[in-house]
């Protein structure tokens, strides 16, 4: 059982930058493979990145790719999202997600565990 809360979400420009934090508590979080998942309004929500639990692999959507940086700190138990070169349609609340020995996938069918989302705001 893990429990999952996101911070560092808020408003900036179109070209800005944030970073989103998810903070763990339980125990064996190097073994979750960690996800981030967004939702707009209105509409489905979708994968963005996952960090694999074997070997820190990571996996981006098409739409993030060369713009986010996923990391993971498992002496912190927290997962990071680095988010540069933000859009408009960057604009979403963040979810974190966790998998336990998961093979993340960007299904969000696999993730057992969320956190409560936090609000990003990218304004043209």
């Known amino acids: 059982q893990v429990q999952l809360a996101e911070s560092g979400g808020g408003l900036v420009q179109a070209g800005g930058s944030l970073s989103l934090s998810c903070a763990a508590s339980g125990r064996d979080f190097s073994s979750y493979s960690m996800a981030w998942f967004r939702q707009a309004p209105g509409k489905e929500r979708e994968f963005v990145a996952v960090v694999r639990w074997i070997a820190d692999r990571t996996e981006y959507s098409d739409s993030v790719k060369g713009r986010f940086t996923i990391s993971r700190d498992n002496a912190k138990n927290t997962v990071y999202l680095q988010m540069n070169s933000l859009k408009p349609e960057d604009t979403a609340v963040y979810y974190c997600?966790?998998?336990?020995?998961?093979?993340?996938?960007?299904?969000?069918?696999?993730?057992?565990?969320w956190g409560q989302g936090t609000q990003v705001t990218v304004s043209s």
């Open positions: 997600a966790a998998a336990f020995r998961g093979r993340g996938n960007t299904n969000r069918a696999e993730y057992h565990f």
